[in-house]
């Protein structure tokens, strides 16, 4: 979870290159989407809180995969 924390600071530090910032977000929706039982639960819950729309969506197709099951 604090390396989640980590990634999440960087994404909202508009100090930090927007390429950089992008590609934290573009790297989380990759495993999101192609490895999501590398989350626990409870990290997906946080991941689809954030502010970012790209991160949430990803982990809320998760969510709902979970729940389906």
């Known amino acids: ?3 989640l924390e980590a990634l999440h600071a960087i994404v909202n530090d508009e100090a930090a290159p927007r390429i950089i910032r992008d590609h ?3 790297s989380l929706q990759f495993a999101l989407r192609n490895y999501p039982g590398y989350f626990t ?3 997906v819950q946080w ?3 954030w502010d970012d729309t790209r991160i949430p969506i990803a982990a809320t ?3 709902d995969e979970i729940k389906a099951v």
């Open 1 to 3: 979870m604090s390396t």
């Open 24 to 26: 934290v977000v573009d």
């Open 41 to 43: 639960t409870k990290e």
């Open 47 to 49: 991941l689809a809180q």
């Open 61 to 63: 197709k998760v969510l």
